[in-house]
């Protein structure tokens, strides 16, 4: 899931180089914490929200597998 987000992630913004993702599990859950530099927060949002709930809808799709529950989560 972590490279998954931050190839999405990579192609949105305009600074490639300062996006981190951290990856945290528990028994039922993962949550994937995305870094951006500031100016490109609003990218990975999109207008209200659109392209930060298409990555959810991704993650939430490609998660049947692991049966856990995805968390993405943008950090400042």
């Not at 190839?7 to 600074?15: H, W």
Request: glycine share 6%; hydrophobic share 45%; no cysteine.
């Amino acid at each position: 899931m972590k490279k998954l987000v931050e190839e999405i992630a990579k192609a949105l913004v305009d600074a490639p180089e300062q996006v981190s993702v951290n990856e945290i599990e528990s028994q039922q859950s993962i949550v994937v914490e995305l870094a951006v530099a500031k100016q490109d927060l609003g990218k990975i949002i999109g207008k209200k929200g659109q392209n930060v709930q298409a990555i959810r809808t991704i993650l939430n799709a490609a998660s049947g597998k692991s049966k856990k529950r995805i968390i993405l989560e943008l950090l400042e």
